[in-house]
């Protein structure tokens, strides 16, 4: 569906390599985009909804090259919820889909069908009349989701869909991502370890603008095993010791003794064992110590 060939993205004005030498290649599914602040994952959703030009390299969506000519066609198949839910502060929920399928050129028959189709989908139908200003946290992100896909694209971009919401509604938004993941291609960027768990496959990881990964998570989780390391402490003073030289994923207390975790691309301690990664141990893995 995606297909991205050394891509690259300097910024002109600061000299800010965004993006180094990136390759990726995105399929139908929920795709998983991590990395920190700074990693480029902005930049490149920016370039892929047209937002930005990039400065050297290739991306094809559909087969179809990424260039000025054709940006109005590649921004109907293009779907994009940004990370802060933006609408207007008086408008109802319905009206407010209502808009955003003016704006993309659909029939006043298609709206009707398709507000009332996303209001459905997204448990909005109670809420249709309430004003913006109006909904909680996770009804603004469901309606964003609901503004992203008014004109039904292939190609779903979401960027930190579930940040500052509480976890029942980071459930909600998981679960739709999941079912949108069935016949779309979602790309969810997110520095929430937990949602790239629950929803993704396949997933890159992102660092100072260069790719550090792309694969399966088993994949993943399997590489870091060789890198996650356990070890057993009952004296304070050498836990005090570990904690401060060692790269520590975490640290459970009980019975007078601490199992702490270390990640470490060599077995650290004689004593230390190889222990399960968990998603965020590899992340963490890819980032500091590969």
């Not at 090259?65 to 590649?74: D, G, I, S, T, V």
């Not at 008086?90 to 189709?117: C, H, M, P, Q, W």
Request: glycine letters at 8%.
């Amino acid at each position: 569906m995606i297909k991205i060939q050394n891509l690259s993205k300097t910024y002109r004005k600061s000299n800010v390599r965004a993006l180094d030498n990136v390759s990726l290649t995105i399929g139908r599914g929920i795709f998983g985009l991590l990395g920190n602040n700074g990693a480029g994952k902005t930049t490149l959703m920016n370039i892929l909804t047209t937002l930005v030009d990039f400065t050297q390299g290739e991306v094809y969506i559909k087969g179809i090259p990424l260039a000025p000519k054709n940006y109005m066609l590649l921004r109907k198949m293009i779907g994009y919820m940004p990370q802060e839910a933006g609408g207007y502060p008086n408008l109802s929920v319905r009206d407010t889909l209502d808009y955003f399928g003016i704006l993309n050129g659909l029939t006043a028959g298609e709206r009707k069908n398709r507000v009332s189709e996303l209001l459905n989908y997204l448990n909005l139908e109670k809420h249709a009349d309430k004003k913006f200003k109006n909904l909680s946290g996770g009804m603004k992100r469901r309606l964003s989701l609901g503004i992203a896909l008014i004109s039904d694209p292939e190609i779903l971009i979401a960027d930190e869909p579930t940040t500052g919401v509480d976890p029942s509604e980071r459930i909600k938004m998981r679960n739709l991502l999941l079912k949108l993941g069935e016949d779309k291609t979602v790309i969810l960027s997110t520095h929430i370890i937990e949602d790239v768990s629950y929803t993704c496959e396949k997933l890159a990881i992102l660092c100072e603008g260069k790719k550090k990964y792309e694969g399966d998570i088993e994949e993943l989780m399997e590489r870091a095993s060789e890198k996650i390391w356990e070890i057993e402490v009952k004296d304070e003073k050498r836990l005090k010791q570990i904690l401060e030289g060692n790269l520590v994923a975490g640290i459970e207390r009980g019975q007078g003794k601490s199992a702490v975790k270390i990640i470490s691309s060599q077995k650290p301690y004689n004593d230390a064992v190889p222990a399960a990664p968990t998603l965020e141990d590899a992340y963490i893995a890819v980032e500091r110590v590969w």
